[in-house]
């Protein structure tokens, strides 16, 4: 004899549920996943990545949760990020919008920059000329310099190499006072250095508090460049950047 089936429907919702609730535990506390929409990070992430933010990597604050509830203040198992790394945090002035950037400036650094040359603690960032640079995806189509920088080490933590991008050494963000960042705030800047608002707009984004970091970005698992809209299914593997797939942000 069979037995009667019940409570199907019941089944189904708490399977829902379920699913829902191990969801969001893992993007709180394991890995959330984020889009890039603007071009303030080319050449590092272009617009169209996909990619990991580990929210593991500085501990958990309440903007590590959906919506950001107002349940806790400061950092639990809280750790500073390294200088270099690039970070979600939510921007200080509404504590609610997403920017990514790289933490340039740790706190009690001073930060400068100089003729479009970065300066941490009074001492001249090294850069390299790599080479010439065309940016896509993220406005008029442009030629620029890429340089390789390398960023000190604090700590006793070895330097940090990384790509940035000039257009010019001579734009609103290429001659700045020197700031002094504040204890538990972090120095974000965009590596598309004349095209980011990043921590040097003091009125804008400024310092950032490290209660409002998110996450550090991991790896990117998935990109495309834009040239195939929704419903053109058949240019689809077209308009996906292969090699960017699981590639390490750096």
């Known amino acids: 004899m069979l037995k009667k089936k019940t409570g199907g429907w019941l089944e189904s919702a708490k399977t829902i549920i379920y699913a829902g609730l191990i969801a969001i535990g893992i993007r709180t506390v394991a890995f959330e996943p984020f889009n890039i929409p603007s071009g303030s990070m080319i ?51 509404d504590g609610a919008t997403d920017y990514i950037k790289r933490i340039i400036g740790l706190p009690g650094d ?9 300066h941490i603690n009074g001492q001249a960032v090294q850069r390299e000329l790599l080479g010439p640079y065309t940016v896509e995806g993220d406005g008029p189509r442009i030629t620029v310099r890429r340089y390789l920088e390398t960023l000190p080490g604090a700590d006793g933590q070895p330097p940090v190499s990384h790509q940035i991008l000039e257009s010019t050494d001579d734009g609103p963000f290429d001659n700045t006072p020197e700031f002094r960042v504040p204890a538990g705030h972090v120095f974000a800047m965009g590596d598309n250095r004349d095209n980011s608002l990043d921590s040097r707009a003091m009125n804008a984004v400024g310092f950032v ?30 308009a996906v950047r292969w090699t960017r797939i699981f590639s390490a942000v750096r």
């Open 43 to 93: 050449p590092t992430l272009l617009v169209g990545d996909y990619l990991f933010v580990s929210k593991f990597s500085y501990g958990y604050s309440r903007h590590s949760m959906p919506f950001s509830p107002n349940l806790f203040e400061g950092r639990i198992f809280g750790s500073l990020p390294r200088r270099g790394d690039v970070a979600v945090f939510k921007l200080p002035r």
């Open 110 to 118: 001073r930060i400068q920059v100089r003729n479009g040359i970065l």
């Open 209 to 238: 508090p490290i209660e409002n970091l998110v996450g550090r970005a991991e790896f990117i698992f998935f990109s495309v460049d834009g040239s195939a809209s929704w419903w053109e299914v058949w240019a689809w593997p077209f």
